[in-house]
C-alpha cells in the first residue's frame, strides 16, 4: 500500500484535540445519581488521582470516523505489481536438435521453459514464440501453465535456420508491445548487450558436428567437359574427423565413396565423380563418427545434360549489343543470339541493358544499366563485399576505371557484391538477388563508355556462371517458387510424405512451407516440377560455437525497477465507510436521546 | 393501556395462592378479625383466669374455681382482631433514578402484595413516603379493591426529599399506624441512622416490619452507571467530581446495603432485595416466601 498525499498524515494531530474535547466533556458533564449517601464516606477524602477520560460508543465511532477522514486525506492506494506479460522465445533452429549422448539441446530447452512456466507468479502470462519457423506456440498469452506446459511439449524442434532477433521482434508486435519481460531459450552464446527485461537461458554444450556445407554441380563455363558434383563439407570440431561422401540416385549408389581426413575446423571441398552421361536428382550422404546433426548430412541436387545455357542479348541500343557480343565472343562454349530466343520458353539467360524483366523461360537476368557518358561520375577503384560467388577470382581492392549510369529511376534490388569508390563515397556497383524465381544481376557499370578491363569481364563472366548455377535448388526456409504455372489446383508432396492441395489462380506459383529439407514434388495437371530443399548452413551446423543471432530490439521491455503498477485508489471506500459511521453515530445519538 | 393490565389473570390466579406470613400480631385498631391478641375481648377463645376486681362482669366469674379455691377469678377470652397491613412505598426522588422502571416497579410489587393481603381478608393501605401532605390510600378491604388499589398506586407521583424519621412519626400519628404489619419498599437510599431510627419509630408501635430493598442493576454496580463527570445528587442537589475507580464504587454500595441488612437481621426484620433485571413474577413466587414475606 503506498499514500498518495503523505503530508496529510499531519491531520492525525487532531485527535489529541478530539480526547480534550472528551475529556472536557467527562469532567463538566452533570450525571444525576440517586444518591450520594451510599458513597459519603468515599467522598470524605480527596480524589487520588485526577479524572480519567470516559468514553462510550460515540467516541469510538468519531475516532473512527477521524482516523478515516486522515486515511483518506492520505489518500492510500493498494498497489499491485501488474500481471507480466513474458515474451518466451523457443529455439526451434536445427541446431537445437544436435545431440550425441543424452537429451537432446531442443529437450534441454523445453525442460527449462516448462521449469520457468511452473515457478511462474500466478497473474504472470506467457507468450511463447518458436523461431524456426516464427510462429506463435500459443495463440495469445496465457497464464495457464497445464496449457503451456502442453504447448511446449507440442513443439518439434525444425530444420531450418532461426533468427532469435526476428522471433523476439514478430513475437513484441504479436503482443503489441506490452511485453515485460523476454526470455529466450536457445543453444547460442549469451550476448554481451542483453538489456535489462532480457534474459537468455542457454543450454547445450559444445559438440562435434560434420556437415556439408554447400553443393554445387559445375561445368567450366567456357570450355567443353563432363560435369562434376562439388561438395563442401566442413569439421565443426575441434579434433580431426575422418569423413565418408556417398552419391545415391534413388537409394542406389552411383559411385564409389569418397573419404577424406579433415583437421579441425577445416573446410574442404570435395569433388565427387558422376557418370558423364548422368542426369537427374542425386542424393549427397555425409558420415562421419562423431557427429551431433543428422540434418546438414544429406543433400540433393539436380545434374542437368547441359550446364551452359544459351544467352539472349535484348536491347535497343546497337553499341550495347556490340559490346557484349564481344564479350560473349570470347568464350567458345557459349551460345548467344542477338536479340530474344526463338523459343522463348526455352531456359535461357538474358542481358539486357532495360529495366523491365522479359518473361518466357529466362531463368536468369544480367542488367547492364546504360548511363549517359557525360553525367554520369566515373570512378577508379572497386571493393569486392562478402564472398559472393561473383565476387570470386577477384582481389579485395582492385584498380578499376569505369562510368557509372546517371542517377536511377528505381534503385536496383539485391545483394550488393561490388562497391565502387566514388568522391569517397562507397556506391554499389553490383548486386546480386531473386525475383519471382529469377536470378538477377545488376551491374551498374556502362559497358559502352567503359574500358573493356579484366576486373570487369571477369565479373561479368562470374556473373553469368552464377545466374546458370543451380536455381532448382533452395534452403529450408526458403520459398519455392514455380513460374508460369496455369491456373488449376497444385498438389504437393512433402519430403516427410504429407501431401498439400493448393488452387492456383495462375502466374508465378510460390511455396512458402519448404520447411523441411528434402525433395518436394509439384504436380500441377500433366506437369510435375521437382525442387530439392537442403539444409546449408554452417552458422546453425556449427554446434562448436554458436554465434548469436541477437541483436537489440527496438522495443525493449521496460525494466523491472520502473516495471508498470496497478493501484486501486481506496479513497471512495474510506469516503463511504466514514458516511457509513457518520449516520451509525447519528443513529445512536438519536436513539439515546430518546 | 389500563392501570391493571399487568395484572393478567394467571398472575392473580397465582398471587391467591400465597398468603402474607404472620410472625405474630399485636393490638391493631380493627376488631372482629381473625387474629386472637392476649387482650380481654369478647372472643369465645379462653385466655386466662384473673382476679376478680370491682366492676367486672359477674357473668364472667368462675364459680367451680370459687367452691375449690374459696376466691373469685374471672375468665377472661382472647380478642380477635383483624390484620391490617401497611404497605410504605419510598416515593422519594431517588426512586425515579436512574430509570422510572423503579417506582414503577415499586408500585407494582405494592400492589402484588396488597392484593396478596386482601385475598388474606386483610385491611391493606398503601403510603408513599414524599415530602408535603402525607399521600396515603384508603384502606382496602377485599379483593373487589384490587381496581382501585392499582390505579392509587398507577397514579402516584415521586416527590423530593424527606426525612424517613419525620415522615414515620408523623405518619403514625396522622394515619394512626399501631398493630399491624408494615412493609417498607424503599431503594435504601437513606442516611443508615435515619433508616434506623425510622424503623424504629414503626417497631414501637407494635407493627411487623418488613423491609423490600429496590435497586436497578446499575445501582449495584454504580461505576457502570456514573463514568466520570460532576454527580449530582437528585434529592439534595450536592454535587462531587468523581474521582473514584469502579472497584471503591463497588466496595462504598456494597457497605452501604450491608449496613441495612445488618440492622434488619439484627432486630428481626425480614429483608429481601429486589433488582430490577429479575421479573416481578419470579420475585414474588420465589425470593419473598423464601425471605419470610409469604408462605
Redesign the interface.
Known sequence: MSFLSPWALLWLGSIPVLLWIWRFAATHRQISIPSLVPFERLLRRPPRRRTRLVVNTLFWLQLAALILLVLALVQPAIVQPRPKTILAVLDTSASMAGRLRGPSRFELAKQQLARRIARKAPRDQYFIVSTAPVTAVTPEPSGESARLGQAVDAVRVGEMTGNVATAVQIGQALLGGRADRILVVTDEARPADVPAGVEVLTVGEPLANTAIVGLESERPLCGIAAPHLMVTVENFSAAACRIQLSVRQDGRPLAEPVSKELAPRERSSVPLAIPETFEGWLEVILEAPEDALAVDNRAHILIRSSAVLPVAVVSEHAPFRRVIGEWLSACEALTWTDGPLADAQAPHLVVTDGQSAPDGGAVGILRLLPSLASQGAAFAHWVVAGDHAIGAYLPSVEPVVASLPAALKTAPAGEPVLWGLVKGRRVPIVLAGEEVGRRIVSFSIDPVASPSSIPVLVTFFNSLRWLMGQTDMVRTGEPIILASLEPGPVTVHRPNGTIERFSHPGGTFRYDAATAAGRYRFLHGRREEIRAVNFLDPLESNLLERSSTWRPVSSAPADSRDEPRSQHPLTNFLIALILGLLMAEWWLYTTKKR | MPAVAWLTPELLSRLEALQLSVRWVRAGNRLGGRFPINRRGSSVEFADYAPYAAGDDIRAIDWNLYARLDRLFVKTYKEEIELTVELLIDAT???G??APEKFLRANQLAVCLGYIGLCGRHHVRLSWLKPGRLAASSWFHSRSDLVPMAEQAEGAVLGGSISYTDWMRRAAAALRIRGGQAILIT?G???PADFFQALHVLMVRNLELKVIQLLTPQ?LH?AK????????????G???????SAA??DR??S???EQLVRFCKRHGIPFARHVLDEPLESFVMKTLPVRGFLE
Open positions: 426522588s431517588s426512586m433514578l436512574p431503594d437510599m437513606v442516611r445501582e454504580p452507571l456514573m463514568r466520570g463527570g460532576l454527580l449530582v445528587d437528585v434529592e439534595t450536592d454535587t462531587h467530581q468523581l474521582a473514584y471503591e464504587l462504598a454500595m457497605e452501604h446495603n
